[in-house]
């Protein structure tokens, strides 16, 4: 139609970008999926495990979503990294410890002396400004 203004489109082109991987009618789509959107909130809310659980369910429910694949991703590298960090943290408490090395401690000693001296002399000199 050349008097509408809008481009004459041919129906052989096949669907927009993206639509090609919308679930068929009737399936619904992944964004009205209540269990993608608490799979989300899990995620926002550091709940892995949940998170995890959640996103099996729905990569079955959805087979080849791009979107579920890069959060089952992302999932897996917050799973990583917490699995690492919480390898390399101390069983127990947590407390500062002096070093073992009688070496290390003495300087660390004559370290805080040497401060606690400059601070004494640096207010003596500060106090008999404001007295003179």
Known sequence: ??????PEV???????????????????????????LEALEHV??????E?????????ARYPGAEELARLQHELAL???????WLAGMPKGRSKFTLPKRLPVR??????LVLYLLVATIWLLGYV???VR
């Open 51 to 59: 998170a995890e659980d959640a996103l099996g369910e729905l990569m």
């Open 10 to 36: 041919p129906d052989e082109l096949g669907p927009p970008a993206g639509e090609a991987a919308r679930p068929a009618p009737g399936r619904g789509s992944l964004d009205d999926d209540t269990l993608y």
């Open 1 to 6: 139609m050349m008097g509408t203004g809008k």
């Open 78 to 84: 917050h799973l990583s990294a917490e699995r690492t």
């Open 128 to 130: 008999r400004q404001w």
């Open 106 to 111: 003495l300087l660390l000693a004559a370290d």
């Open 44 to 49: 926002q809310r550091g709940r892995w495990a």
